[in-house]
């Protein structure tokens, strides 16, 4: 499901490593889409606050911030059903091509 939302997006990437990154980007997406619509904007600041601090010389959050937009509403309107956060995600190193493994936890009971 990560690679038929965000697919295009983790492909941009020039390397192995900027793919994960935007692997990583891709489930923090997935993630904060997972939340009640009110709580989103919210989650996103603080996920682009850490961005900001964590990469000081990096331009890109304006970037970011719309890549990230467009993938909180592609999961909800392809897989809005699915609420099972993402806890890990990896792309492993396999010469030209690439894959991805995504570790899930069970919907939290009450949700």
């Given at each position: 499901m990560i690679i038929?939302?965000?697919?295009d997006?983790?492909?941009?990437?020039?390397?192995?490593?900027?793919?994960?990154?935007?692997?990583?980007a891709a489930c923090t997406a997935w993630n904060i889409a997972n939340l009640p619509k009110q709580r989103r904007r919210q989650a996103l600041q603080r996920y682009l606050q850490r961005y900001r601090?964590?990469?000081p010389g990096v331009q890109d959050a304006d970037f970011l911030r719309h890549d990230m937009e467009q993938l909180i509403k592609e999961?909800?309107?392809?897989?809005?059903?699915?609420?099972?956060?993402i806890v890990h995600a990896l792309i492993p190193e396999d010469g030209e091509r690439y894959s991805s493994f995504a570790v899930s936890?069970?919907?939290?009971?009450?949700?």
């Open positions: 038929a939302f965000a697919g997006f983790i492909e941009t990437g020039d390397s192995m490593e900027q793919r994960q990154s935007r692997l990583n601090a964590e990469n999961k909800t309107r392809r897989f809005g059903q699915v609420t099972k956060p936890m069970r919907t939290p009971v009450g949700r």
